[in-house]
């Protein structure tokens, strides 16, 4: 599905004021924020993280005793690029006053205790593509101020210990995480967005407590072994991703403490079933995406979401559509109208399918049916 973490302006979530009818973020690569060959993805991320403060010309020329760069790497504007260099460890002489830190696509397998020494201005760190397995408890323990941490794609076996308090985004997805302890993220008040999908763990897999003490925005834990909604995450959420995994079945209680949810997806996964209710918890959602599953009808209850606007339902195995699946028969329940519905790719005849059906869409173009292959 996708996703929506534009890391050019350096934030995780998109504005929620209005949905967006695009698919939920799928991240394709660490500097999925636009860097390109002169830095310029950099150079934003550097004026969203001043508020817009101008480059003076002084800081393009090193002054005298300015620590010198390391070697094979390239530094301008507190960054220093030291990616696909074939690095096997951090490299020394990393000047103090480096904002952002990119190491990805090395094969770095290990961080010491004082690789990060001296860097307390840090403030985005890349580790993304590298052998990592090891990293000392105290590695992160100088960087006071950073807020933005990838480090997927590793070998890690577990979330590493005492990240930074100061942390508002992680990325490690694609590791080898199969269990995330109690108090995992514990003090962590500042953490607005996780990505950890791709990592083979399942819904035992999250001890009690996990999640304790944090108030994210957005949580993704796609691709991985799950087999029904964790009952335990951030009830603060505004985006849940469960795409691609093996979720089953959506039962009463499952969405009850989610009740900020705005976008949640639970596409590519084997869904036969959600029981009558299980929405009503989710008053304020406005995109729901449940495609590529295994649903024969339209949930229950869409008619009484009273500001749902898009609703993804393609490749599932719906033969029938009835006038009052998605538009309420009482006079101003919704709020809003669609502005998606996707139906495509279902057994479902759209020559048969009332046109009162969609009385509470705001364009017939938004409806979308056809392609249907057995």
Known sequence: MMSHCSLALLLCVASLSLPSQALPFEQKGFWDFGMDGDGGGMTMMMRDEEEGSAV???????????????FGCQC???VVQCSDLGLVEVPKSIPTDTKLLDLQNNRITEIKENDF????????????????????????????????LYISHNLLPSVPKNLPPSLVELRIHDN?????????????????????GENPIQNSG??????????LNYLRISDAKLTGIPKDLPDSLHELHLDRNQIQAIELEDLSRYKN?????????????????????LPR???LHLDNNLLTRVPKGLPDMKFLQIVYLHENSIS????????????????????????????????EVQPATFRCVLDRLAIQFGNYRK
């Not at 269990?179 to 962590?188: I, P, Q, R, T, Y």
């Open 76 to 78: 301008r504007l507190r």
């Open 320 to 351: 029938t559509v009835d006038v009052d699946d998605f538009c309420s028969r009482r006079f101003a329940t919704k709020r809003t109208f669609y502005n998606g519905i996707s139906l495509y790719g279902n057994p479902v005849n759209y020559w």
């Open 261 to 281: 949810l705005i976008r949640l997806g639970l596409g590519y996964n084997k869904i036969r079933m959600i029981e009558n209710g299980s929405l009503s918890y």
């Open 206 to 215: 999250f001890e009690p407590g996990a999640f304790k003490g944090l108030k």
């Open 117 to 148: 020494k001296g860097l307390s201005n840090l403030y985005a760190l890349s580790l993304v593509h590298n052998k990592l397995s090891k990293i000392h408890p105290r590695a992160f323990a100088p960087l006071r101020h950073l807020q933005k």
């Open 56 to 70: 003076i010309e002084e800081e393009l020329t090193p002054s005298p005793g300015f620590p010198t760069c390391p």
């Open 285 to 287: 959602l406005r995109e």
């Open 176 to 196: 080898r995480i199969k269990k995330v302890a109690e108090g995992a993220f514990s003090g962590l008040g500042s953490m607005n967005c996780i990505e950890m």
